[in-house]
T-cell receptor
Framework: ETGVTQSPTHLIKTRGQQVTLRCSSQ?????VSWYQQALGQGPQFIFQ???????GRGNFPPRFSGLQFPNYSSELNVNALELDDSALYLC?????????????????FGEGSRLTVL | AQSVTQLGSHVSVSEGALVLLRCNYS??????LFWYVQYPNQGLQLLLK??????LVKGINGFEAEFKKSETSFHLTKPSAHMSDAAEYFC????????????FGAGTRLAVHP
């Protein structure tokens, strides 16, 4: 069974640039959610995708956007990067079968993509 | 609105001593509660979860937690700390029946010394 994989693991960008982070969900999982973890803080929910549609969003501006593909992999895009966007971005997969994207009680996290904005 | 408070950003114990990490939550509806562990440069791993049923929940690596509705608490314990337990621990809450939006606490860094 393949776990959640994320790429790249580390990257450095400058203010105003755009970044795309990628996530492959665990085998059999149809729901992907993204979290931002700033240094010294707990993860914060960005959004969730189920069957290629966003079905939940946290308190993040529209410049944070995402996609989910038919194979359930996902991308997180951030436009017009700001210094405060520097963080570890975590992808988590969950669900399967008929869970319908609803809370099944457990998320499986990848190791994250660490973004530094200079 | 839901929220999680973890008391103590840093906890230090001796190897073999009791581990107690505190978590209090706020939720207007019955919550699902979780403890996750994060080792350096890694993602989060689920230790244990409470959804329904028995209020004392046992997890991996000898950890357990008890859901106390009257105290709105979900403290994490382990009878005897091991050096390998040194990590960051996060308590999280979510709504039953809702989508997988976890609300995390700020975390507690556990140090274990010989």
């Amino acid at each position: 069974e393949t776990g959640v994989t994320q790429s790249p693991t580390h990257l450095i960008k400058t203010r105003g640039q755009q970044v795309t982070l990628r996530c492959s969900s665990q085998s059999g999982h149809n729901t992907v959610s993204w979290y931002q973890q700033a240094l010294g803080q707990g993860p914060q929910f960005i959004f969730q995708y189920y069957r290629e549609e966003e079905n939940g969003r946290g308190n993040f501006p529209p410049r944070f956007s995402g996609l989910q593909f038919p194979n359930y992999s996902s991308e997180l895009n951030v436009n017009a990067l700001e210094l405060d966007d520097s963080a570890l971005y975590l992808c988590a997969s969950s669900g399967g079968g008929t869970s319908g994207g609803l809370n099944t009680g457990e998320l499986f996290f990848g190791e994250g993509s660490r973004l530094t904005v200079l | 609105a839901q929220s999680v408070t973890q008391l103590g950003s840093h906890v230090s114990v001796s190897e073999g001593a009791l581990v107690l990490l505190r978590c209090n939550y706020s939720s207007s509806v019955p919550p699902y509660l979780f403890w996750y562990v994060q080792y350096p440069n890694q993602g989060l791993q689920l230790l244990l979860k409470y959804t329904t049923g028995a209020t004392l929940v046992k997890g991996i690596n000898g950890f357990e937690a008890e859901f106390k509705k009257s105290e709105t608490s979900f403290h994490l314990t382990k009878p005897s700390a091991h050096m390998s337990d040194a990590a960051e621990y996060f308590c999280a809450v979510t709504l039953s029946g809702g989508y997988n939006k976890l609300i995390f606490g700020a975390g507690t860094r556990l140090a274990v010394h010989p």
